[in-house]
Nanobody, 122 residues
Framework: QLALVESGGGLVQPGGSLRLSCVAS????????MGWYRQAPGKEREGLSC????????NVVDSVKDRFTISKDKAKNTVYLQMNSLKPEDTAVYYC???????????????WGQGTQVTVSS
């Protein structure tokens, strides 16, 4: 199985920013849609954003569409999630995932990373 590895999480103050990275092995980002999910304690995992193999982006939830931006660098097999104006309710484990298309991201994902912790607190 190919691997996804997230990085960039940490502790930030409300209003701060973080940039998460997800590196995919075997050129997976060239043929798969890639996206980000998060899971807060006691809550279900929720999809945030997706970028297709052709570069089109989709924001899954309204709560982050004005603050989070997904992008990718095909040459580096890396997908990013730029998170701005972070709020305490953004605290969660953030996961990178890959699927044949953005429509299948989540339920139809073939690969998941191990997650990176994001904590927003003063």
């Amino acid at each position: 199985q190919l691997a996804l590895v997230e990085s960039g999480g940490g502790l930030v103050q409300p209003g701060g920013s973080l940039r998460l990275s997800c590196v995919a092995s075997g050129f997976i980002s060239d043929v798969y849609a890639m996206g980000w999910y998060r899971q807060a304690p006691g809550k279900e995992r929720e999809g945030l954003s997706c970028i297709s193999s052709s570069g089109y982006t989709t924001n899954v939830v309204d709560s982050v569409k004005d603050r989070f931006t997904i992008s990718k660098d095909k040459a580096k097999n890396t997908v990013y999630l730029q998170m701005n104006s972070l709020k305490p309710e953004d605290t969660a484990v953030y996961y990178c995932t890959a699927a044949p298309s953005c429509h299948r991201l989540g339920v139809g994902s073939d690969y998941w990373g191990q997650g990176t912790q994001v904590t927003v607190s003063s």
